[in-house]
C-alpha cells in the first residue's frame, strides 16, 4: 500500500501543496513551525481515525478560511484508488468520488500507522489512551469494529443515564434487564476482539522489544478486563454470560454511583517490563522504548492480517532516539511507504533510496533523491 500524490487546500498553514511521495521513504525536514507535521496529520486523517493531534475539525482550517481539502491517490491490492475529505460545516468523505456516509468509512482503505513524541501518553497516561489506541487499530484492519464499537457506546451512555434517573423513578428499574443485555451483547464483542488483537500486538511488540532493548528488559502488553476477571473465554458466547454475572453483582454499586462500573469501558492494556508497570517504574528511555514496540507491532500485525503493508508516519521522533534505535526503527520498516519529519536530514544520509522534501512556510520548497 502507497500513495501516489497528495493535495492540500487551505489545510492549517498548507495553503495550496502538491506532492508525489517515493514509495520508500520520504524525508520532510525544515524548521519548527513550516507544516511538516500537518502534512503528515493530513495523510493520517485519510485513515478515518481523527487528528492524532486532539484537534477540531475547525482547527484543521487555514484562518480566514471557510473550508478545507485533502486529497491524495494511492495504491491497494495493485488498484490505484482516491480518498478525499471536506472540512467546512460538515465533514464529508469520498472514495474514488463517490461520497461516504462519514469520514470513518475511509477505515480499512488508506491503512496507516502514526508515531509522534505524544504517543509516549499510550505509557504514561491512564487506560483511556490505551484502549482508544487498540480500537483505532482494529477499526482500520476490521471496519465492521466501528459499527459495534458506536452501538456499545450508546448503550453504555443509555444505560448511565437510566441508572442516575432510576433514583427518582424507582418504577425505571424494571427496564434496566433491558438495557443489561444490549450491554453484555456488546461488551462481549468489544472485549472479545480487543483481547485477540491485543494477544497479537503483544506477541509482536515483545520480539520488536527484545531486539531494541538487546535482550536486557523483558517485555509483555496484557490486555486487563474489568469485571470479568483473567479466565480464558472460549468465545463472546461464554464471555456474554460472564458480563451478565458482573452486572448482576455490581447492580447495587451501580445504582449507588449512577454509572456503569464494569465493562470494556474500563479495561487497560497493561505495559509490563520485567512483570513490573512500565509507567509507574519504568525510566524515560524504556517508555519510549515500550511505544516503539507497541507501534513496530502494530505495523507489523497490520501488514500480516491485511497482507499489505500500511503507510507509516513517523512524526518527529528520530531526535529523540539514539542512533540504535533509529536503525532498528528503519530496518524493521522496509517494505513500507514512510514519510518521516525531522528538523536535520542528514540523519538519514546513509539512506540509498528515497526522496526529501524541504519545507517552508507551509510549501514544499526543494525536492531530491537519496
Partial sequence: ????????????????????????????????????????????LLSGARSFRGAKDADLISFGESGA??????RKDGRLQQAELRFGGRKSAFLNEIPLESAARLAGELCAVVFSPSHLSLVKDGPAERRR???????????RYIDTLAAFSRVLQQRNTLLKD??????????????????????ASVSWARERYAQRLGGAAREIYEGIS?????FEAVYRRNGVGPERYQGPEQLREAYRQALSRARGEDLRCGVTTVGPHRDDLEILLDEKSA?????????????LALKL????????ILREAPVILL???????????????????????????????NYFSSLSAGRSFRMENGEITDSSGF
Fill in 214 to 218: 538487546m535482550s536486557r528488559e523483558a
Fill in 69 to 74: 481539502r485533502i486529497r491524495a491517490s494511492f
Fill in 315 to 345: 512524526d518527529d521522533v528520530m531526535s529523540e532516539l539514539d542512533s540504535g534505535r533509529r536503525e532498528y526503527l528503519l530496518n524493521h520498516l522496509a517494505g513500507s511507504q514512510i514519510f518521516i519529519t525531522c528538523c536535520d536530514k
Fill in 133 to 143: 489506541f487498540l480500537d483505532t487499530s482494529i477499526c482500520q484492519i476490521t471496519p
Fill in 279 to 291: 509507567r509507574s517504574f519504568g525510566s524515560q528511555g524504556q517508555q519510549r522504548s515500550s511505544v
Fill in 1 to 44: 500500500m502507497n500513495i501516489t500524490s497528495i493535495a492540500l487546500s487551505r489545510f492549517r498553514n498548507l495553503r495550496e501543496l502538491s506532492m508525489e511521495p517515493d514509495p520508500s521513504v520520504n524525508v520532510i525536514y525544515g524548521d519548527n513551525g513550516q507544516g511538516k507535521t500537518n502534512l503528515i496529520e493530513s495523510v493520517w
Fill in 297 to 304: 507491532g502494530e505495523a507489523r500485525c497490520m501488514g500480516e
Fill in 166 to 187: 432510576i433514583s427518582y423513578a424507582g418504577s425505571l428499574l424494571d427496564t434496566l434487564d433491558i438495557w443489561d443485555e444490549k450491554f453484555c451483547s456488546l461488551a
